[in-house]
């Protein structure tokens, strides 16, 4: 069979999703937002309801969220994005709502309607994209950046004794009576972004359940923040994020 | 033997970040000399080892690549 008859309809294994726009995303090359943001559209595309789906975008990188999505999508103030779905899912209860948040909108400026929002087990996903980094400022210390981890405002790396301890928000979330499946997923090999993609779907399906709020954290890369290239971000990503930040269900549904 | 597959790269969206090159276990995908209208080096298919696994497309933050793969 020569090449040419392998481009053709019925051999089509691979394209991007209908719930994703044909906008070019402005993220940096190599940036885990993209894979992220495909992962939750394909997870609606497959479950079929991206009619009935409504996402609220954050403040920080993605805040063009609602440009890339092709679903309802709500702007949110910093940090409130979760306040924001609450509102949503208590007028519309058999819509699914989405947030979309990072780590500088929900860990840092939108703590108390994160675990409020989780504690009150409004019946909404919360994807959360955690690179320990405010990417979009420029690099500057997070709430969750790691101890010794240099940033533009920490450049001799994070000293616990006066900066503080990193947060671990997903593990703090998960010991809320609220919350009804929390898990921590990456997006930087094939394997890790099927299985994101499962999780993203479970968590999506659970909706219809009521029986409270997803989280699903997405550890991530930030190309740009770290000054590394996408493939050696990664690398460090998985020998210095995943030690402190480790894959894997942190609570399931019994 | 696998099956042969082949890919499609929009490469006026590739921003040559490199990714799908890491994932690709039959070593198809380069990055090209030349530059795409934003400037960027984007990726180019080297030979015709593809067997339509999709990791490039899965992995790719910009969603450029499409894959085909024989049937059976």
């Not at chain 1, 420029?138 to 790396?157: D, E, I, N, V, W």
């Not at chain 2, 590739?14 to 090159?21: A, H, I, Q, S, T």
Request: glycine share 8%.
């Amino acid at each position: 069979m020569s090449e040419n008859n392998i481009i053709s309809p019925e051999n089509l294994v691979y394209s991007k999703t209908e719930v994703m726009t044909d906008r070019v995303l402005h993220y940096c090359p190599g940036c885990g937002h993209g894979t992220a943001h495909r992962m939750l559209a394909e997870a609606i595309d497959e479950l079929g309801i991206q009619g009935d789906t409504i996402g609220v975008a954050p403040v920080g990188c993605s805040v063009l969220a609602y440009y890339y999505f092709n679903v309802d999508m709500q702007e949110a103030a910093h940090g409130r994005a979760p306040a924001v779905a609450t509102g949503i899912k208590r007028v519309f209860p058999e819509k699914y709502v989405f947030t979309y948040q990072g780590d500088g909108d929900l860990a840092a400026i939108g703590t108390a309607e994160t675990i409020h929002a989780c504690n009150r087990g409004e019946n909404i996903l919360i994807v959360f994209i955690n690179n320990g980094i405010y990417g979009m400022t420029g690099g500057q210390m997070a709430p969750t950046t790691l101890p010794g981890m240099k940033s533009s405002t920490s450049p001799r790396g994070r000293d616990v004794k006066t900066m503080g301890n990193p947060l671990k928000i997903t593990e703090l979330i998960a010991q809320l009576p609220g919350t009804y499946f929390v898990t921590r997923q990456s997006v930087h090999t094939p394997g890790n972004v099927r299985k994101t993609k499962r999780a993203l779907k479970k968590a999506m399906e659970y909706q219809k359940l009521n029986k409270g709020t997803c989280f699903v954290e997405i550890v991530a890369n930030c190309p740009s923040g770290w000054k590394m290239t996408p493939v050696q971000s990664n690398k460090w990503m998985e020998e210095h994020m995943f030690p402190f930040y480790p894959l894997g269900d942190i609570k399931v549904p019994e | 033997m696998a099956r042969k597959g082949d890919v499609v790269i929009d490469i006026e969206k590739c921003k040559g970040c490199e990714v799908c090159l890491a994932a690709c276990p039959e070593e198809v995908l380069a990055l090209s000399n030349e530059v795409n209208s934003k400037g960027y080096h984007y990726t180019v298919k080297v030979n015709a080892n593809c067997i339509g696994c999709a990791n490039c497309a899965v992995v790719c933050p910009d969603a450029v690549i499409t894959v085909y793969r024989e049937k059976k």
